[in-house]
């Protein structure tokens, strides 16, 4: 068993998340292949390691001391890694898909430390979430982050990132807006085939409103868009407002040249994904990468 690791890093995610659930979407598999991963380990070691209670789940005292034994060769596995990367001194460039969001306004601030931690040149594709997952599909990008859940078949899909959808201007306008308000302003919207359009749509229907009654300046396809558009609108009009992520505006909020709302007792979240192909499940340099965006705190 020690020469399929998977399994072991597998209890061992059981153990740190506390559920079988969680564990499931954290590695990316079904909770059903986790509960199979579990139950070949209990069968090649013929006892009980693991035990699940209405709160949670509890180890067996062999399931403690596999922990430990599994906690050793993990530090050992990543020890081996890192020299094995100093030895390959393998030249490169890693390249990694971002949705326009993720692309322009998170991931910049991170590009050094990425580089670090592979020691090769980093390169970010920015496109639409659709676009950017095909690539990966076609091994030319080699670890996408998404804002859109474009599921497809041979890809693992991290959640990342929580997301908040606000809307703005560059007019103070109420933080806490009425349905009947969103029917005052202009409006720069995002094309129909849009994530954001669609959950922003859902919560319109919710509490009654009809968007096609709304004063509409000009539609677009990026965030990038969306944000000048605003910026540049007339202040002396009525207020033009979108939608948009707060990663996004929000220097531009700090330095008082945009505002942020949001429709009173509603809170529009999302999360951002981190998706990488199967076939790289055990990559060095993938989970390298994975590892160093999960400890990003914007």
Not at 11 to 17: A, N, P
Not at 128 to 136: P, Q, T
Not at 187 to 205: G, Q, Y
Request: one cysteine or more; aromatic letters at 10%; charged letters at 35%.
């Amino acid at each position: 068993m020690l020469k399929d690791f998977a399994k072991l890093q597998t209890f061992m995610v059981v153990i740190k998340e506390k559920s079988f659930s969680k564990a499931s979407a954290k590695l990316g598999i079904s909770q059903p292949a986790v509960t199979q991963q579990i139950k070949f380990i209990e069968d090649y070691l013929e006892t009980k390691i693991v035990e699940r209670k209405k709160n949670g789940i509890k180890l067996t005292k062999e399931g403690e001391d596999l922990f430990r034994i599994a906690q050793r060769l993990e530090k050992a596995i990543i020890s081996a890694e890192k020299e094995l990367l100093q030895i390959i001194k393998k030249e490169f460039t890693f390249v990694m898909g971002a949705s326009f969001a993720i692309g322009n306004y998170v991931l910049p601030n991170y590009l050094g430390k990425i580089k670090e931690k592979i020691d090769n040149e980093v390169h970010i594709k920015v496109d639409l979430s659709e676009r950017i997952i095909d690539e990966v599909l076609d091994k030319k990008i080699d670890i996408a982050m998404i804002e859109s859940p474009v599921m497809k078949e041979g890809l693992i899909y991290r959640e990342w990132l929580e997301d908040e959808l606000v809307f703005f201007s560059n007019q103070p306008i109420p933080k806490q807006l009425r349905p009947e308000d969103l029917k005052s302003f202009a409006w720069i919207c995002r094309n129909e085939e849009s994530h954001t359009r669609r959950m922003v749509a859902e919560v319109f229907d919710e509490v009654g409103v009809d968007c096609k009654q709304f004063d509409v300046r000009a539609v677009v396809d990026n965030s990038t868009a969306v944000k000048e558009g605003i910026l540049r609108s007339n202040t002396n009009d009525k207020p033009t407002v979108s939608v948009m992520s707060r990663h996004v505006i929000e220097e531009d909020v700090k330095a008082g040249r945009l505002f942020e709302a949001r429709i009173k007792g509603y809170k529009i979240v999302r999360h951002f994904f981190i998706v990488y192909s199967k076939d790289r499940k055990h990559d060095a340099f993938i989970d390298n990468v994975v590892n160093f965006l999960f400890t990003i705190k914007p």
